[in-house]
């Protein structure tokens, strides 16, 4: 059955490619003079059916990409190869004519942004330049066949009627592709460069190395260090998303059930309570309490009155002669530590969205259950959990992503609180509760390290895809959603 | 909201009690006395930090007590600092309207362009759609977290580091990614009531404004609120873009945490509690609503469907 969908995907994928190369080529060949004109001048196609207006507005935008192709992209693409060769030198005094000269130079940086900005725009031109090809033969088809060719008002009238979907996703489009398709790329070129702390623009020029950065994380030079740090980092990050998602799931459930369930008045002001601890933002709790539990803090003192410290000394859970508990600085702590304030912080959410999924659990399955005489534990594992499962699937597969690059929780518990003791740690620039984000953050902001924090990014993207599509195959399989569809 | 509660209740009900009739009542009462404890216990838990940065925040003592979680001496003396005796660090007032006036921008630029995007891979059927979708569903994976360094350059490319301008813009140039929900509930509205406008002679531009958007009131409040909160919570990238080191240009984000740096956090303390406090309520007003009319948008789809 899935081999079959597959196939059928494949060919439609298939054909879909080829014909929009047929089209192309039949817009070609079988254009009159005016299609061919088109192949130089855009705007010939229009102007021939005297859409005058568009013919011009099509030429004006070939004209400006030929200027900008001139006069923007070619000078960044003839230094794409090489990222540039000429070296910053200070500025010199001329002795001719006692004027200070900043010679020119290249900065690696602008030709790599440039370049695949340059990269970007021509293949947007040449998708452009082919459709505009095509328009101009399906007007040529029209007027043969005697079909009543647009007006200009007409033309900009369909953008708001049956095209309007273009007049919507435009912007919305650019946006995205500035601030999430660029940085991608740019983020996947840098992790073939060199660019780093020695190799810094506009002082220094940076090149193109290939794989040697991921060669030397997984067994190169690196790899004592970065290798090291890298592994430890990665177990942690997974370990924390697993935990981080099924705790706060679970919780959730069970807290949303306990408010829910009879006996338990005045449910509103409950859920209510739990809000305002999410309401407060993030960074105003999270700060918070990481002085609440720290060294010197009110909690730990609040401990010692009470013996805690004492039961930890004697548990072996602190040094004995420690004067307090090493909430956020001892390694083994703070993780305990932050997953279990990632509860607090996780669970009114969890507990938010399981009332929403309990309210439209199925009740009538649940009813005739009862009646077959089945026990109360025996619904709530045969129908409410597989309910929530499939209804909640997706959405736990979404955190589980988000955990991974939880940024916030980690970052303000543990920034310039925790310092690593571990010396293969530290040279790399890492600490044992950094999750991959934060390391990369930490990478780019404190070492400028931006080679080997593409070359994280990358990793931990194509973790979260991996991820995200396998589990979601495996859920989507069967249709099982339907079962509870009323 | 109640009608719902009861609902929902009926139908727990089901799940939690089917025992015997006789002398349910009293077990009954007995469960729910231990799960009102227990409950009152979690909310203790949960509400205890807020409740530190209440009393904190009015406490006389400027930096953090160990030894008193509410404070000997009471004061209003830290917001009299935070907005009328600003200083070379703490510039609340400054910081307040910084990340108002991103926000507001944020807020308009990012709930049109979600609106537009739902409204077009909701009701309209055109070739590259489902493509489309699939490619947004994917770079909607790819953490802003991990982009945001190679973000930072190219907006330093063009100038736009430290300028709120840039921050606007980093905040909302991408939102059009965040169109599920929105269109999830503009999925619910019956299409039928588009073909009837259509046959009216509307065009699309017609039935967008007139037919959708007064009736995803409850989402476009939502919408508004949730884009409108994102830059007061967001921490990560103010702290990559903003990093002149110039007061007057954070965010409250920013200065709250810088407020606390060590070698200030002795004299800083109640004042961060105080502008944690004063920044907590609007947005915890807000979140609140947003809460409701989420519930309200979801829910309603399901009975227009």
Same mark, same amino acid.
């Given at each position: 059955m899935a081999e079959e969908v597959k196939k059928k995907k494949k060919s439609f994928a298939e054909t879909s490619f080829a014909w929009y190369f047929r089209e192309l080529g039949e817009a070609v060949v079988r254009g009159d003079w005016a299609v061919k004109g088109s192949l130089l001048v855009m705007g010939t196609g229009f102007l021939a059916r005297k859409q005058i207006l568009k013919g011009i507005l099509v030429t004006l935008v070939q004209l400006a990409y030929i200027l900008c192709l001139i006069f923007y992209s070619l000078p960044y693409l003839s230094k794409f190869g090489t990222l540039g060769t000429v070296e910053y030198q200070d500025p010199k005094?001329? *002795?001719?004519?006692f004027e200070v000269e900043q010679f020119p130079y290249d900065n690696s940086f602008l030709i790599l942004i440039h370049g695949i900005v340059s990269i970007f725009i021509i293949v947007v031109f040449l998708l452009f330049y082919i459709h505009n090809l095509k328009q101009a033969y399906a007007l040529q088809c029209a007027k043969e066949k005697g079909k009543p060719v647009n007006s200009f008002r007409q033309d900009l009238q369909q953008m708001l009627g049956n095209k309007f979907h273009l007049t919507l996703l435009s912007l919305p489009t650019i946006g995205v592709v500035l601030m999430n398709i660029l940085p991608l790329l740019v983020l996947i070129a840098i992790a073939f460069t060199n660019y780093d702390k020695l190799h810094m623009p506009p002082g220094a020029l940076f090149t193109w190395v290939g794989g040697q950065n991921f060669a030397d994380l997984f067994g190169g030079s690196l790899s004592l260090t970065f290798g090291y740090a890298f592994g430890k980092v990665l177990v942690w990050t997974l370990l924390w998303a697993v935990m981080a998602t099924f705790t706060c799931f679970i919780g959730g459930i069970l807290l949303a059930m306990l408010i829910n369930s *009879? $006996?338990? &008045?005045f449910k509103k002001t409950w859920r209510t309570l739990f809000v305002i601890a999410i309401a407060v933002p993030q960074f105003v709790t999270l700060i918070l309490v990481r002085n609440f539990f720290a060294d010197q803090g009110i909690f730990n003192q609040i401990c010692q009155d009470l013996g805690i410290l004492d039961l930890c000394r004697k548990l072996g859970l602190v040094s004995p002669s420690a004067s307090f508990i090493p909430f956020l600085t001892d390694k083994n702590w703070t993780k305990v530590m932050i997953i279990l304030i990632n509860i607090w912080v996780g669970i009114p959410y969890q507990m938010l969205i399981a009332t929403g999924v309990l309210m439209n659990a199925p009740k009538d399955q649940m009813e005739s259950a009862r009646i077959d005489g089945a026990s109360k534990w025996q619904i709530f594992r045969k129908i409410t959990i597989p309910y929530i499962l499939v209804v909640q699937g997706p959405a736990l597969i979404t955190d589980f992503v988000r955990n991974i690059n939880n940024f916030n929780v980690i970052y303000l518990l543990t920034q310039d609180v925790y310092i690593t003791q571990d010396p293969g740690m530290y040279k790399s620039n890492? &600490? =044992?509760?950094?999750?991959l984000v934060t390391w990369l953050f930490r990478l780019t902001q404190e070492e400028q390290n931006y080679k080997m924090a593409s070359v994280i990014g990358i990793i931990v993207f194509i973790i979260s895809v991996v991820f995200t599509f396998i589990s979601y195959s495996r859920l989507m399989k $069967? $249709?099982? =959603?339907e079962d509870y569809q009323i | 909201m109640s009608e719902k509660e009861k609902r929902s209740a009926g139908g727990l009900k089901i799940a939690f009690e089917h025992s015997s009739k006789m002398g349910m009542s009293k077990k009954r009462r007995i469960g729910g006395t231990v799960k009102t404890i227990l409950l009152l216990i979690l909310a203790v838990i949960w509400l205890i930090p807020i409740l530190w940065l209440l009393v904190t925040a009015f406490s006389a003592y400027p930096g953090m007590s160990r030894t008193r979680f509410f404070p000997e001496n009471w004061t209003l003396d830290n917001f009299a600092r935070l907005f009328f005796r600003p200083d070379s660090i703490l510039q609340y007032v400054r910081w307040f309207w910084n990340t108002l006036v991103i926000s507001i921008f944020t807020c308009i630029v990012s709930s049109i362009f979600v609106l537009m995007v739902s409204y077009a891979f909701s009701c309209m059927r055109f070739p590259g759609r489902q493509g489309m979708i699939r490619v947004s569903m994917i770079l909607g994976m790819f953490p802003g977290a991990l982009s945001m360094v190679a973000v930072y350059f190219i907006m330093k490319s063009i100038g736009l580091t430290n300028s709120h301008v840039g921050m606007v813009v980093v905040y909302s140039a991408g939102s059009g990614l965040g169109y599920l929900i929105v269109k999830g509930f503009m999925d619910t509205v019956p299409a039928s009531l588009r073909e009837a406008a259509k046959m009216e002679g509307a065009n699309e531009l017609t039935i967008f404004f007139k037919v959708m958007m007064p009736l995803c009131r409850p989402i476009i409040v939502y919408q508004v609120i949730s884009a409108f909160l994102g830059p007061w919570s967001d921490f990560m990238f103010a702290r990559l873009m903003l990093n002149s080191g110039l007061s007057k240009d954070w965010t409250v984000a920013i200065g709250l945490y810088n407020m606390l740096d060590k070698s200030l956090i002795g004299q800083n303390f109640s004042a961060f509690c105080a502008g944690g406090l004063v920044i907590s309520i609007p947005i915890a007003i807000l979140f609140v609503i947003m809460q409701k009319y989420y519930v309200e948008g979801v829910t309603s789809g399901s009975t227009k469907g």
């Open positions: 005094l001329n *002795p001719l004519t *009879p $006996g338990v &008045k890492a &600490k =044992e509760v950094d999750l $069967g $249709g099982r =959603e | -």
